[in-house]
């Protein structure tokens, strides 16, 4: 059974910090890889999403990287920013005709001002 | 942008009374799915739904779930009878079944308040 883990599970850094989020899953036979941010009370807004082929991914600020062999992910923020605050879920589908995603329960962020 | 979109957001009822769960996913997507998130916990899928069968549930989604595709636009999901331990937020999402992306795209959710 599909197990994600993300460390930590609640992270607070000043304004302008580069920082890294830990997503780590116990079987590597997956297919993809998406994080999420989730606001207090919201919705999951997906940010983005690697194929299990891919290395890593780039949109904007944010970076996220794949180790499949290791069953790791991380996310990167460069230059944080208050908005950036929220929960960031990674999630994993595996292989072949199974399409759920299995989810970690997240990291905090809280960037201050 | 194209988003999905659910009613109601918030949906207050009585153990033991039926609920329906509605959902437009994105227009072109054809693979749909619920999710639900009990308060301080992870998101957990409930089942999958594809050219109009489930393709996959898990062991949440037992005999007082029901998923529908009523029309070309909505997808709903029914509680029969519902218990406290349902009150969850529920979450529902799409993707697109061709193509090299299956990334799915969520609802802001429905909060289900079972008293």
């Known amino acids: 059974k599909q197990e994600v883990t993300q460390i930590p599970a609640a992270l607070s850094v000043p304004e302008g910090e580069n920082l890294v989020l830990n997503c780590s899953f116990t079987d590597s036979a997956i297919y993809n890889l998406q994080w999420f941010r989730q606001d207090p009370g919201k919705g999951l807004t997906s940010l983005l999403l690697i194929q299990s082929s891919q290395r890593e991914q780039t949109s904007g600020r944010l970076n996220a990287s794949l180790d499949k062999s290791s069953g790791r992910s991380t996310l990167y923020i460069a230059a944080s920013q208050p908005g950036d605050s929220a929960t960031y879920l990674c999630?994993?589908?595996?292989?072949?005709?199974?399409?759920?995603?299995?989810f970690g329960k997240g990291t905090l962020l809280t960037v201050n001002p | 942008e194209p988003e999905v979109t659910q009613t109601p957001s918030h949906q207050v009822t009585q153990m033991g009374q039926e609920v329906i769960l509605r959902c437009v996913p994105i227009?072109?997507?054809?693979?749909f799915y619920w999710y639900r998130q009990i308060l301080g916990q992870k998101v957990e899928f409930l089942v999958s739904f594809y050219n109009n069968e489930i393709s996959e549930k898990s062991e949440i989604f037992d005999d007082q779930f029901s998923v529908e595709r009523p029309d070309g636009s909505n997808f709903t999901l029914k509680i029969r009878s519902t218990k406290l331990e349902d009150s969850a937020m529920y979450f529902c999402?799409?993707?697109?079944?061709?193509?090299?992306?299956?990334?799915?795209?969520f609802g802001p959710g429905t909060r289900l308040t079972v008293t």
């Open positions: 999402a799409s993707s697109l079944f061709r193509g090299a992306s299956y990334e799915q795209y």
């Open positions: 227009s072109n997507h054809l693979y």
């Open positions: 999630a994993v589908r595996l292989g072949g005709s199974n399409y759920k995603l299995t």
